[in-house]
């Protein structure tokens, strides 16, 4: 069986495997001491107190809320100036949960990329010789890949959750992560089917990682990216990743801080379903392609 020669082979390369995991907790520790704690927002008790007396009823009409904006800058700059500050906070907040993600991501998509190239004169072989097929190695590919990668994100975000002191449910996060690995092994190893050598793998790799990461939300919210790049973020499987974390982490928070994320990243709840089945639909549309590409680079040498 494919899957237990390739579990056979991960086993005997002990100290590959256990590099992963420690790249794995080393960028997860480093990501979570950066962002220490980030989950606490201690301002948040003085803003509430600062500005309930300005979410009156009487201040909801539409025009009364400019008024209430005016009177604010005027007479509790204290109040404004806290209320800024929560917000900065709450931007650290939503990028140490794209870290957490992009940990995942990366994680499993940097060994899985070079796993092809490096294998092939072995595929080629065997595949001539009609031992298997494309569908039978890229399955099996993926049963040692996505376990593995499911066992990786449960150490980022045992590490994450912890020291961040994130908020959202550990399960749900962590399922995430999971759907967020199997669709990363899946665009990775697509990735090294289009490929002949590691080298150009390694070449090819960022074209994965800076993407992902500009449309996320990182250095700038996804809005503030003009409209003739924007359109990039519809592919990027990571941003739908994101959105779903973030969904699971602010969910039980402070109403405020809810509109106020959601509004910022453009995030939506509702949507999560649709998140969710847009990641399941890349997963599935990028081992189709990969197994079609590696049916058609086997019956070439080069």
Not at 2 to 19: H, I, N
Not at 45 to 58: H, L, Y
Not at 227 to 239: G, N
């Amino acid at each position: 069986c494919l899957a237990e020669r390739e579990w056979r082979s991960l086993r005997r390369d002990s100290s590959s495997l256990k590099l992963r995991f420690i790249i794995t907790a080393f960028l997860a520790l480093l990501f979570s001491l950066v962002f220490a704690r980030v989950g606490e927002h201690q301002v948040l008790a003085e803003v509430q107190r600062r500005v309930a007396p300005w979410r009156s009823p009487i201040w909801r009409g539409p025009r009364l809320r400019v008024l209430r904006r005016w009177a604010m800058r005027n007479f509790a700059p204290e109040a404004v100036a806290l209320r800024q500050q929560l917000r900065t906070e709450l931007e650290y907040h939503y990028k140490a949960v794209v870290q957490v993600g992009f940990v995942a991501m990366f994680s499993a998509c940097q060994p899985t990329i070079l796993s092809f190239p490096l294998e092939r004169p072995v595929f080629l072989r065997e595949f001539s010789s009609n031992m298997y097929g494309a569908l039978a190695y890229f399955v099996s590919k993926m049963l040692v890949e996505v376990p593995l990668g499911a066992c990786q994100a449960l150490l980022d975000l045992v590490i994450a959750h912890h020291l961040m002191k994130l908020q959202g449910d550990f399960f749900e996060m962590w399922l995430t992560e999971c759907l967020l690995n199997t669709c990363s092994v899946a665009f990775s190893l697509l990735i090294g089917c289009l490929v002949r050598f590691p080298r150009e793998s390694g070449a090819i790799g960022p074209l994965v990682f800076v993407p992902q990461l500009m449309m996320s939300g990182t250095f700038i919210p996804v809005q503030a990216i003009p409209a003739y790049l924007r359109w990039m973020q519809y592919f990027c499987f990571l941003q739908y990743a994101v959105k779903m974390l973030a969904v699971v982490e602010f969910r039980k928070t402070d109403p405020m801080l809810r509109r106020l994320i959601f509004r910022t990243m453009e995030v939506d709840p509702e949507l999560a379903n649709f998140y969710m089945g847009i990641l399941a639909l890349m997963c599935c549309s990028f081992s189709c392609v990969a197994v079609m590409l590696l049916h058609r680079k086997a019956r070439s040498i080069y």
